[in-house]
């Protein structure tokens, strides 16, 4: 009777075995196509009762997981989300520029300028031609200004974007951790927990497109996640991730706190070392930025190379008041001039009235009618506008020079005309630029605030900033985390101090930036620029200062922004006088060197405009401005390269998206070969167990049809 017992519980085992084991495969065929689902599988181990046969048990349901083929996937995944969203923001930001040989693009604009401007060589009187060089010219600075624009809003949005994929980030955080507890419960309890764990699974894998990962798994059940960097996201419990985005122009945004209600400065970025967040923020921080600041130092180059031109023609009629441009400059700053300038007066009918001959060495200006000679010894820029007042005075009742809030004007009145070139022997010379380009007197390329960084200030200038202002800065580390805020403010002994009271200042330890990197006034040039040490960065965080009434700030007039360098790309245009009124476009060249009384100036002169043509292909250095490098070359070739440039970005991040895809399907196709469902093997699975329930069902059938037998011949 013990035997048959033995048999029954034996049958019924393998009944119990078999139904467990077809509940999973019919699981696994449910799910063969659901995306991320982990084939489940059935451990069954034999019973034993005393030594003897007892039937089978199931003695574990496990999935089908690979666990270093899950973590290449990983891995991979988080290089496509990474490429892939690099590439989107790159290839949007390309197509800005226009196809090269297209007709609409800037570098087709552009040189629709020049085209124009050679056509002025044939009628330079035409106020036809003249209109269409000056709407040429327009026209390329308005697609400059909406490349511009819409680079800026590409930051904003993967800014956005960032915000976006922090808080999924974290909404997958919580749920894999909340299932961490599911799993632990279920397995405590010895029940399945293939169902937790697969849609853990599944979490985490939509996790590793959004930041790279690597999992381990837990003796008593669940996972902890980290990134490749080592921050734990899931561990007991859920990590705290946050971020607020800054859709502002040039603004200094912000990092992915981590764990911040720990009252720690974690920040999250410097553990992130692949997917969609760390692809976000190479595009937004250094892609974008790179782009943005190389279309900047086109703008001012292309700027600065016309208006150097412009500055030596004139118009026909010669203009009685030249209007110069924000310097930043106060009537205190050294003049700072060396070499020779000649401002020549005109009648209205293009005669030379006077000649006034500046000889900044030995600040005088000398005139021949009437003969004088002007000082403005003290060499300051006010000293000069005095001299220069006084002499435009003396030749013309109408002339006068005034220097108001950085800006210097000349004016000779309605009926004359003011012409200012450098002299022919020892030119004049500040920070590398003549005396009327370097006022901006006679611009054909305007912007409201410095379109240069070259003042050609020196250290015992004053500063001239306005005392309550504030320059600051914030410094972070190699990883990311802010180890520093300094706030420099202009207050007790810098009020009225000069630039060399000021660097020393912002090089202070402990109250400036003096442990962190070297800011350094160039005496060649007057610009202040500042060198980190290595493992830290600097980021400009508010600059509320003014310098005198000019409106400048610090950091506007030094290039010690993205505002004020990546910012021309937004505000250089053509002179807004000029587009009103395109007769100011100077075309002609005058010769300073005739007698008193020549015609120096006429209609049909075009000699000023082929000047302009010429500095297309005049070989000049560039300053390296984001993607671009420092070089030595010509306008049209360097405004090539831009192009040139911004699609290179835009092809490599593309072939790198192209190279992580192929990566990521593959490492998906062996981890799938593994992990996923079969329905063949599946469905072999599925009979041979009804085969098994079959025979276990015959077992018990047998020993029952047997015990009956023996009941009925009264067995005892």
Request: no cysteine.
């Amino acid at each position: 009777m013990v035997g048959l017992t033995s048999v029954l519980l034996s049958g019924l085992s393998g009944m119990r075995a078999s139904q467990t084991a077809m509940a999973t495969i019919s699981q696994n065929i449910a799910n063969a196509n659901t995306p991320g689902y982990v084939r489940t599988e059935v451990t069954l181990s034999p019973r034993s009762d005393l030594g003897a046969g007892a039937g089978v048990e199931v003695t574990g349901i496990k999935r089908a997981a690979d666990r270093f083929l899950a973590t290449a996937s990983y891995i991979a995944e988080a290089a496509r989300g990474s490429a892939a969203a690099r590439a989107d923001i790159l290839s949007r930001a390309q197509s800005n520029f226009g196809d090269p040989a297209g007709t609409t693009s800037v570098f087709a604009s552009l040189d629709n300028f020049w085209s124009a401007m050679t056509e002025i060589g044939v009628d330079p009187a035409s106020q036809l031609r003249r209109g269409d060089a000056v709407t040429a010219l327009q026209s390329m600075y308005s697609e400059v200004q909406r490349i511009g624009e819409s680079i800026q809003s590409l930051i904003a949005e993967a800014d956005q974007r960032i915000a976006d994929s922090v808080e999924e980030a974290q909404s997958l955080i919580d749920r894999i951790a909340e299932l961490n507890l599911e799993v632990q419960l279920n397995k405590r309890m010895g029940a399945d927990s293939t169902g937790a764990e697969n849609a853990q699974g599944a979490l985490i894998d939509q996790l590793s497109s959004l930041m790279d990962v690597r999992v381990t798994p837990v003796t008593e059940g669940g996972v902890h996640v980290r990134t490749s960097g080592g921050a734990l996201l899931v561990g007991v419990t859920a990590a705290n991730l946050s971020y607020s985005p800054n859709s502002s122009p040039y603004a200094t945004h912000g990092v992915i706190k981590f764990n911040e209600q720990l009252g720690t400065q974690a920040n999250l970025e410097p553990y992130l070392l692949g997917g969609e967040i760390k692809g976000l923020l190479q595009a937004r921080d250094t892609d974008l930025v790179n782009l943005s600041e190389a279309l900047g130092g086109f703008a001012g180059a292309l700027a600065d190379a016309l208006n150097e031109v412009h500055n030596e023609n004139a118009s026909s009629p010669a203009l009685g008041q030249l209007v110069g441009r924000q310097t930043g400059l106060l009537g205190t700053d050294a003049l700072g001039f060396t070499g020779n300038a000649v401002l020549g007066v005109t009648t209205a009918s293009g005669n030379l009235a006077q000649r006034l001959t500046i000889d900044f060495d030995a600040q005088t200006i000398t005139g021949e009618a009437p003969a004088a000679v002007y000082s403005f010894a003290g060499g300051t820029v006010a000293a000069f506008t005095t001299a220069l007042n006084s002499a435009l005075g003396a030749a013309n009742p109408a002339g006068t020079a005034t220097f108001v809030n950085g800006v210097l004007t000349v004016n000779v009145g309605s009926s004359g005309g003011a012409v200012i070139q450098q002299a022919e022997t020892d030119p004049s010379d500040r920070a590398g630029r003549g005396f009327s380009h370097f006022f901006g007197l006679n611009d054909l390329v305007s912007r409201p605030t410095p379109l240069f960084f070259e003042t050609g200030l020196q250290a015992s200038d004053l500063h001239g900033l306005a005392a309550g202002g504030e320059i600051a800065y914030e410094v972070r580390d190699s990883l990311g985390r802010s180890v520093a805020t300094r706030t420099i403010a202009i207050s007790g002994g810098l009020i009225g101090g000069d630039w060399g009271d000021l660097v020393t200042a912002l090089n202070a330890t402990g109250t400036g930036l003096g442990e962190y990197g070297t800011f350094a006034l160039d005496p060649g040039t007057g610009r202040i620029g500042f060198t980190p040490n290595d493992g830290y960065k600097a980021s400009l965080v508010a600059d509320s200062t003014l310098r005198g009434g000019t409106g400048v700030s610090f950091s506007s007039l030094h290039g010690l922004s993205q505002a004020a360098t990546g910012g021309r790309a937004l505000e250089v245009g053509i002179d807004a006088q000029i587009a009103a009124n395109t007769g100011r476009l100077a075309v002609g060249r005058p010769d300073l060197t005739a007698d008193i009384g020549d015609r120096i100036i006429e209609a049909g002169d075009n000699r000023g405009s082929a000047a302009l043509v010429a500095a297309r292909d005049t070989v000049r250095g560039f300053p390296a401005a984001g993607a671009m490098n420092a070089q030595t070359t010509t306008l049209a070739v360097y405004a090539a390269r831009l192009g040139g440039e911004a699609g290179r970005m835009a092809t490599d991040a593309e072939r790198g998206a192209l190279g992580a895809e192929a990566v990521a399907l593959a490492a998906a196709d062996r981890r799938a070969e593994v992990e996923s469902v079969s329905l063949d093997d599946e469905l072999l699975k599925m009979t041979t167990f009804q085969n098994a329930y079959a025979a276990a069902a015959r077992v018990i059938q047998a020993a029952t049809d047997m015990l009956d037998i023996l009941m009925s011949i009264g067995y005892r």
